[in-house]
């Protein structure tokens, strides 16, 4: 959103005047926010807001179990990890647990950005290989290196030689075999990287490509992709950044929807509910021989604060029910925006797993034409009716539907009647 254009008084001159060129402010007139509770923001002006546009406060803003875990260890103890501190082991076999045997070692961040920096180096180590193969609009965080495996970042020039990107799975691209036509571009991708005098080193891809436009089905359709990387020495790295931790519904993580082993995961956004932590999972032998040349320490990974937060999610997911009410709930949901959509001619196609669906918007009757200009309007007129949601996509053209997974069936109903009536503009 271009703020240049709003006016830029008050709060947001100040936020301007402090963040410079890397403010990153939504709407034209930003808004305010005081508070927030379940899946409802509360702003300055007394406006409550259903939030779909944040899959951090994962099972929902101030959780009362997430607030008090980590009020309670803070009042506590909270050091970084020189210390022997029985939370921070009980969360990692927790965490654990929900992971596939063999990564069974895993490193604490602070953000999904180290994660993926330090899963990438790993990858390296690992594999000999320098290549990473990623998709177009991917999105997979901040640093140096990962910056550069992120087309969706680039502003200017192109990716460096040591990346090539792949279309998004969907029909666009692939027609009606997106597991063939997908296989076929990472194929291709690793002949361009060899070509380029470059061995793979890693796959990477977010499994439900949230920043491409969100590619879900059908499921399974990314393995033969990843089994041709690892069959050629080159790892996979599940970025869970978005789809781990139930948002899917039918699984924990999202590379479980498409029945592949993963050699390296990296996590962030919901693990903490807002307390800022991510992660990373690979197997002991990995991390081993990358830790021979470098090791690797970080100073807040896996504080003892993050530790109980991370636990109490955890345990808000399986006392809650969370993954199959996101099931549910995304079901009724993605049932009634499809139903909007079948009588509304600028929605182009629905897509998505439990509580995540992307919706493409298009000129009219002009599925092939997706039209940003529209959707943004789209997502201005629903926040008239007190509703957040953003964008993503090549063209910037789909809805990102993203609640908190604490999400009831009648908020799911405001949010397809206030869709309703913004797709009708
Ligand atoms: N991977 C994915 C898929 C993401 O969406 C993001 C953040 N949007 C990141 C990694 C980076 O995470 P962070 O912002 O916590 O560094």
């Not at 509360?42 to 099972?59: E, H, I, M, Q």
């Not at 059908?218 to 393995?223: E, I, Q, W």
């Not at 990843?226 to 050629?232: C, F, H, L, P």
């Not at 592949?260 to 956004?269: C, E, L, Q, R, S």
Request: aromatic residues 8%.
């Amino acid at each position: 959103f271009d703020i240049s254009q709003g006016g830029a008084d008050g709060a947001v001159a100040r936020r301007l005047d402090n963040l410079g060129a890397a403010s990153v402010l939504f709407y034209r007139e930003p808004i305010e926010m005081v508070a927030a509770e379940g899946a409802w923001m509360v702003a300055k002006d007394g406006t409550r807001y259903l939030d779909f546009y944040n899959n951090v406060p994962s099972v929902g803003h101030s959780h009362p179990k997430v607030v008090e875990a980590v009020t309670r260890q803070i009042g506590t103890l909270n050091t970084n990890m020189r210390y022997l501190v029985p939370v921070v082991d009980d969360y990692l076999e927790a965490l654990k647990a929900k992971l596939p045997d063999p990564l069974s070692n895993v490193v604490l961040t602070c953000s999904g950005s180290e994660a993926n920096d330090l899963a990438m180096r790993v990858a390296r180590r690992a594999t000999g290989g320098q290549g990473f193969i990623v998709t177009e609009t991917a999105y997979h965080g901040n640093t140096s290196l990962v910056t550069e495996a992120s087309p969706s970042a680039l502003k200017r020039g192109g990716l460096p030689d040591y990346v090539v990107s792949v279309p998004a799975p969907g029909h666009a691209a692939y027609g009606s075999d997106i597991a063939g036509g997908f296989k076929a571009a990472v194929e291709a991708a690793m002949a361009e990287l060899e070509h380029r005098g470059l061995k793979v080193a890693a796959f990477m891809a977010d499994s439900i490509f949230s920043s491409d436009g969100i590619f879900a089905d059908p499921p399974g359709f990314l393995r033969p992709a990843v089994e041709a990387v690892q069959a050629r020495g080159g790892l996979y790295i599940a970025d869970e950044v978005q789809p781990g931790f139930a948002r899917s519904g039918t699984a924990f993580w999202g590379f479980e929807r498409h029945g592949i082993a993963p050699d390296i995961v990296t996590m962030g956004k919901p693990m903490g509910n807002g307390f800022p932590m991510a992660g990373m999972a690979a197997r002991p032998a990995h991390l081993a021989a990358f830790c021979e040349d470098v090791g690797y320490f970080n100073t807040f990974g896996g504080n003892p604060v993050a530790a109980a937060a991370g636990l109490a999610v955890l345990r808000v997911i399986e006392e809650e029910g969370l993954q199959e009410h996101a099931r549910i709930v995304g079901a009724h949901l993605k049932a009634g925006l499809e139903e909007v959509a079948a009588g509304a001619p600028r929605v182009a196609e629905i897509r998505g797993s439990g509580l995540f669906v992307g919706v493409d918007l298009c000129e009219t009757d002009a599925p092939d034409r997706p039209d940003a200009g529209f959707t943004l309007r789209v997502i201005d007129a629903m926040r008239e009716s007190g509703v957040l949601i953003g964008a993503a996509g090549r063209y910037g053209a789909t809805l990102k539907v993203r609640p908190p997974l604490c999400l009831s069936i009648e908020e799911a109903d405001r949010f397809i009647a206030a869709f309703d009536k913004a797709v009708r503009i």
